[in-house]
Each structure stands twice: as structure tokens, then as C-alpha cells.
């Protein structure tokens, strides 16, 4: 029949709508994604931060696509997403461990994100205005003896999702669609503080995103030819018909459908992608971790000289620390530091 998928929807149970990354491949055209869905995780982290709206969206963003790349990673391992720049956001790391761990945090100029100051960002170019030049860094840190590998885009005027493709198609030679979103959805509607002001506790952050790439397949070109192809500059598949027109469906995806509590993952694919049949693996739960503990902390410590430890002390003669991943703040004696 005219205009029937190529292939069907295989539905699966992902344990829920969020908190996942589902990988999928598009069945006539043969390209594979993945989509990420983040809700308590993303809300958990970026709540316990407090920073103002502009950092958190971006931060929101990099945990999104740490979690998008970090799962295509077919070894234990880490895989670290870092920007250093010369904008307000100067530093932001996003850290995923597998299989579906995940932390973030970022430093910024706390002036710059005054309520006086903030509309200028949008006005000057959002995300890229905040974040401003430097670079993107991606590092891949596998567990045991295999060695570890970063690779380094330029930040100039662009969002991240716009540095990571652009990072894809130059270093790996890889045709890549990349959106991500970031927003806050009302937990109970018509619920208001005080003096009719709405409780930041009563929104929860929701974070989204999906990534394509065409990669090579069994069927597909050779080795030999794709080394070719690279030697002579060309990249993988970006005039193929089946890629133009299975990025330009990715494209029509709207931002509130990334985050959409009440669409699911696979309902999200079947309307972006029916025309090409869509079929789903096995989907990825993702959850915050951090690595901290008491003991680390003290070891860390216990590496600095007395001189060194004695500027530490606060008023009270104790030394502090904060995790700057998960906030927790250890306290320790002069006496547990000799």
C-alpha cells in the first residue's frame, strides 16, 4: 500500500518515560540514533546546583549529550565532556561512567547572571553568548590498560550541540544530527506560593535530546574505500539521499517534544520516523552517581602541607571541603588531618 512504513515500531519497556537513552535504527534507511530522556536525574543535579536559568540550560544540555555519546561506547569506561571559554560560563564538565552514570557541574561569573544582566545574553545570541570562545573537549578514559584519548573543537559563537557535530563530520568523518533541550515542566498545576508567586519547588527540570550519525554497515561501503574516501577529504555518506532525508525528518522535531513527559520515547521516534520504519534496542537507564567520599577527601587532603592545611583552617580551626559534583561538604578536625 502507498505510503506504508518499511518497517514496524518494535515497542519495548523502558521502565518509564525517563531517565533513559534508547538507541533505535531507522529500518529502510539504515541509520541509528539515540534518544535521551532525562527527568528525576536531570531535576535531582541541576536542582542541587541552584544556578541561575542560563547555566543550568547548558548544563542541562552537556549532561544530555555526554549521555548520548557516552552510551554508544562499546567498553567500560568514562566519557568526559568539558568546555573552557572566555564567557560568563567559563568552565562546565558534564561526566558519564557506564553503563548510565552521570554528574555535572559548571563555574561562572555570578555577576554576569544578575537579573539586570540576563536578557542581554538572549539578545546577544543565547547559549553561544554565554557560553563564548574557547573549546570543547571530549575525552574518553576506558577502564583497565587501554589508553585515553581527547579530542578537542573550537567554541566560537556556537551552541554545543553545533561543536560536537561539527567535532563528528571534521575528526570522525561522520554525518551527525544533533538536538538537544532543555525546560522546566509545572509539577501540579495551579499551584503557587505566597503572594501568588510560583515555588521553584514546584517545577521540575526535564532534559532532552537525539543524535544520528550514518555510520558504516555490513552491506555498506568497504574499509578500503572508506579510507579512500577520507584520504580524499570526502565524508561518509553526507550527500547519500537516505541520510539527507532521514536528518531532514530528525530536523522537524520540535523542543518540547524532546522533554514532553506525557510522549514517550518510542511514540517520539513513530512520529519523527514512520515513513522510514523504526526499530528500538534495548534501552538505558541513567541515573546522577558521584565518586566522592569521605575517605578520598581526606586522603586528598592529607597530600598538602601543614603550611598549606593551616590556610585551610576556617574560624572554628576545622577544614571544609564541597564536592563540587554533588555539593556534599565533608568537615574534618586538625586532629583527623595529622
Not at 539578545?123 to 577502564?143: F, Q, S
Not at 552517581?289 to 572554628?316: I, N, Q
Amino acid at each position: 500500500m502507498s505510503g506504508a512504513p518499511a518497517g514496524p515500531v518494535v515497542e519495548i519497556s523502558t521502565g518509564g518515560r525517563d531517565d533513559i537513552v534508547l538507541p533505535f535504527l531507522t529500518v529502510r534507511s539504515n541509520i541509528v540514533g539515540r534518544l535521551v530522556r532525562l527527568g528525576a536525574t536531570a531535576d535531582t543535579i541541576l536542582k542541587r546546583h541552584d544556578y541561575p536559568d542560563g547555566v543550568s540550560e547548558v548544563l542541562g544540555e552537556a549532561l544530555a549529550l555526554a549521555a548520548l555519546i557516552g552510551t554508544g561506547l562499546k567498553f567500560e569506561g568514562r566519557l568526559i565532556l568539558q568546555t573552557k571559554t572566555d564567557g560568563p560560563l567559563d568552565f562546565l564538565v558534564a561526566d558519564f561512567a557506564t553503563p548510565g552514570s552521570i554528574r555535572g557541574y559548571a563555574s561562572f561569573d555570578k555577576a554576569a547572571f544578575s537579573a539586570e544582566r540576563a536578557d542581554k545574553f538572549q539578545a546577544a545570541g543565547g547559549e553561544a553568548a554565554v557560553l563564548g570562545k574557547g573549546t570543547l573537549a571530549m575525552t574518553i578514559d576506558p577502564a583497565g590498560d587501554m589508553e585515553r584519548y581527547q579530542g578537542l573543537v573550537a567554541l566560537e559563537g556556537v551552541t554545543l550541540s553545533e561543536a560536537a557535530d561539527a567535532y563528528f563530520r571534521s575528526s570522525e568523518q561522520l554525518p551527525t544530527f544533533i538536538r538537544l533541550a532543555v525546560a522546566r515542566e509545572r509539577a501540579s498545576a495551579g499551584a503557587e506560593g505566597d503572594a501568588g508567586h510560583v515555588d521553584a519547588g514546584l517545577w521540575r527540570w526535564r532534559v532532552g535530546g537525539i543524535m544520528l550519525q550514518h555510520v558504516a554497515h555490513e552491506g555498506g561501503k568497504s574499509a578500503d574505500a572508506l579510507a579512500a574516501a577520507e584520504e580524499r577529504g570526502e565524508m561518509l555518506g553526507e550527500d547519500d539521499d537516505h541520510w539527507q532525508r532521514v536528518a531532514m525528518l530528525a530536523s522537524t522535531v520540535e523542543d518540547h517534544e524532546l522533554v514532553d513527559s506525557t510522549l514517550t520515547p518510542e511514540n517520539l521516534l513513530y512520529r519523527l520516523f514512520h515513513e522510514e520504519g523504526v526499530r528500538v534496542q534495548g534501552a538505558r537507564a541513567i541515573s546522577e552517581y558521584c565518586t566522592c567520599s569521605r575517605e578520598r577527601v581526606l586522603g586528598f587532603l592529607k597530600g598538602f602541607g601543614a603550611d598549606e592545611l593551616a590556610d585551610m583552617h576556617e574560624p572554628d580551626g576545622n577544614v571544609s571541603v564541597t564536592c563540587e559534583f554533588c555539593s556534599k561538604r565533608y568537615v574534618f578536625d586538625p586532629e583527623q588531618l595529622e
